[in-house]
């Protein structure tokens, strides 16, 4: 029981760290690019997947505990380490962001006015819209919105 317990708490480890320099590289790259406010700790919690956050968890912890050679654990860590910190290169963390967190050819309503363009950003109460028939971002209230 306790070397479960040991994997549980080794897995949430890493897969913190390596889930932090993700949403880093993606809040430094893409949302401070296009000028979103949205707080860290908003991105964090609201575009976390749980289903992959826990099967990384797990995955993690049982390589660290239960797997006795080092070098496929170093391997294996330093890889996903790497994979992980290129988001904090500008391109890449641009791409991670837009893969993410952006919708193409999105089509908006509200009483007024239909919008064409990108979502770059779909928050709590509001949407980030590049729209492409004005060339400008703008920024849309969910509650105005037609579904």
Partial sequence: MTKAFQA??????????LDFFIFL???LHYIDANAIEVYF?????????????????????????????FMPKLILLGALFLVVLST??????????????????????????????DI??????????FDKEINKKIIL???NLIQ
């Fill in 8 to 17: 549980l708490l080794s897995g949430l480890f890493f897969t913190f760290i």
């Fill in 25 to 27: 590289g993606i809040k």
């Fill in 41 to 69: 700790n908003t991105l964090f919690a609201d575009h976390q997947s749980f289903f992959l956050f826990f099967g990384a968890t797990f995955l993690l912890g049982y390589l660290v505990v239960y797997i006795e050679s």
């Fill in 88 to 117: 904090l290169i500008p391109p890449v963390g641009h791409s991670a962001g837009e893969l993410l967190l952006m919708q193409k050819d999105a089509t908006l309503k509200d009483k007024k006015h239909v919008y064409r363009g």
């Fill in 120 to 129: 770059l950003y779909n928050g709590r109460k509001d949407i980030v819209f």
């Fill in 141 to 143: 209230k969910k509650e």
